[in-house]
């Protein structure tokens, strides 16, 4: 990873991450750093900011997707019609995102994930609790 400063700001502001590619694409870009030439790399930059707000409204729209049917369960009190194996692998899923928001210090991802955990983690009792009764 490269962070270079825009003008008149700190390091932090800006984020540039260079991705190496072995395709050749058209939205490949050449750029030139002093006498170093680059081919057959993508790059992306943008602000902090933005990009933190970018993983807060995507981590936001995900936990409200799963919010009706977390509700609809909660009100219902059944889970019949959900998978274990579905409830299992998102539940597993999840405390993986959370510890890996951990391990990078990243509350856009810690967050919302942590959130749908706890909507889904009574969904997974629920199911594992009643499962033979019909």
Same mark, same amino acid.
Not at 70 to 94: E, P
């Given at each position: 990873m490269i962070v270079i400063p825009s003008e008149g700001s700190e390091p932090r502001d800006l984020l540039l991450i260079v991705i190496p590619s072995e395709r050749s694409e058209p939205r490949d870009l050449r750029f030139t750093f002093g006498k170093n030439e680059t081919r057959g790399r993508r790059w992306y930059a943008g602000s902090m900011f933005l990009v933190s707000l970018t993983g807060f409204a995507a981590g936001t729209l995900c936990t409200l997707a799963y919010l009706p049917q977390? #509700?609809?369960?909660?009100?219902?009190?059944?889970?019949?019609?959900?998978? %274990? %194996?579905? #409830?299992?692998? %998102?539940?597993?899923? %999840?405390v993986l995102w959370v510890g890996y928001g951990f391990m990078i210090h990243s509350l856009p991802i810690i967050l919302p994930n942590a959130v749908t955990f706890f909507l889904s983690a009574p969904l997974l009792i629920m199911k594992l609790r009643y499962q033979g009764e019909r």
């Open positions: 977390a #509700l609809h369960s909660f009100r219902s009190k059944s889970v019949r019609d959900l998978s %274990l %194996l579905m #409830l299992i692998s %998102l539940n597993v899923g %999840l």
